[in-house]
């Protein structure tokens, strides 16, 4: 059982937790990084000791696990530990430790996708633009005092100075220029502690879901959030949506891509998802 001890709830015990699998014969072997290492390199040296991966912490630590457990096919479940918890609450489960060791107690396991951003995989969505500047700000040191609300504090302020850019995409055949103040592109359903990528999408639906949002004005944003929330922000004129399963992104200066809310890589960009790759316990 791996815990992220930089998680808002990482500091807590997982004692209860421990215990509850104990109980339904999964013995723990709890183990963190070291300096050097990734939650992915932990995972890749003990495949050949262990039968499944617990990860305590939110969707960044979901995320740094993501490339060992493909290469392990082991199959994973979650402890939501995070600020957010984005990929637990598209998985339908609630904040709470306890029910979700009870979860991977009772063994059911369901097949999901991955996004692939460069290589690098990813759970919930990606984004250029106003969302990858928030990534950028939003320290561990902020996530960790403010929790979700840190979110909210942190956008108020950077979108007094936010601005459109220039992007071309390519998808299915078609090639579009347009400019932007935000682009994100789908594999699961939530992402930054209350947003939908689409009301309809799943983590299992085998596409990625685009939106970008063409608005004139900062205040804008504010009249979309009630549909950016339940995901229905594609109904709008300014909004450019679609499902696909690969596309590619490029700016006229490179752009970071923020992953499950880390910067990992820039424009230009070539997006893919990868259908029912891993296993995860779900209820």
């Known amino acids: 059982m791996?815990?992220?001890?930089?998680?808002?709830r990482g500091d807590g015990s997982v004692a209860s937790a421990t215990g509850i699998l104990r109980h339904a014969g999964i013995e723990a072997i709890e183990a963190k990084p070291g300096p050097d290492e990734t939650l992915?390199?932990?995972?890749?040296?003990?495949?050949?000791?262990?039968?499944?991966?617990?990860?305590?912490?939110?969707?960044?630590?979901?995320?740094?696990?993501?490339?060992?457990?493909?290469?392990?096919k082991l199959p994973f479940g979650v402890l939501p530990m995070g600020t957010a918890n984005d990929f637990a609450r598209t998985m339908g489960m609630q904040p709470d430790i306890d029910a979700a060791a009870r979860i991977i107690a009772a063994g059911k396991t369901q097949k999901i996708d991955l996004g692939e951003a460069n290589g690098h995989y990813f759970f919930n969505v990606a984004s250029i633009g106003f969302s990858a500047e928030l990534a950028k700000?939003?320290?561990?040191?902020?996530?960790?005092?403010?929790?979700?609300?840190?979110?909210?504090?942190?956008?108020?302020?950077?979108?007094?100075?936010?601005?459109?850019?220039?992007?071309?995409?390519?998808?299915?055949?078609?090639v579009e220029k347009f400019r932007t103040m935000q682009i994100a592109v789908g594999n699961g359903r939530h992402y930054g502690g209350g947003m939908t990528v689409h009301e309809s999408a799943t983590a299992d639906d085998g596409k990625l879901d685009f939106y970008s949002l063409e608005i004139d004005h900062w205040w804008r944003l504010l009249a979309l959030l009630p549909s950016l929330r339940k995901g229905t922000q594609g109904k709008w004129d300014d909004v450019r949506a679609f499902a696909t399963k690969e596309l590619t992104l490029r700016t006229s200066r490179p752009r970071?891509?923020?992953?499950?809310?880390?910067l990992k890589t820039q424009t230009p960009v070539t997006f893919k998802v990868h259908e029912k790759v891993l296993d995860v316990f779900v209820a």
């Open 2 to 8: 791996m815990v992220n001890p930089r998680a808002r």
């Open 40 to 72: 992915s390199d932990l995972i890749r040296q003990n495949a050949n000791k262990i039968d499944l991966v617990v990860i305590g912490g939110g969707d960044g630590s979901l995320n740094a696990a993501a490339q060992g457990l493909v290469d392990t």
């Open 137 to 174: 700000e939003l320290t561990e040191d902020a996530k960790k005092k403010w929790g979700v609300l840190g979110y909210g504090l942190v956008s108020a302020r950077l979108l007094a100075g936010s601005r459109l850019f220039t992007a071309t995409l390519e998808h299915d055949g078609t």
């Open 256 to 262: 970071d891509v923020n992953l499950d809310g880390d």
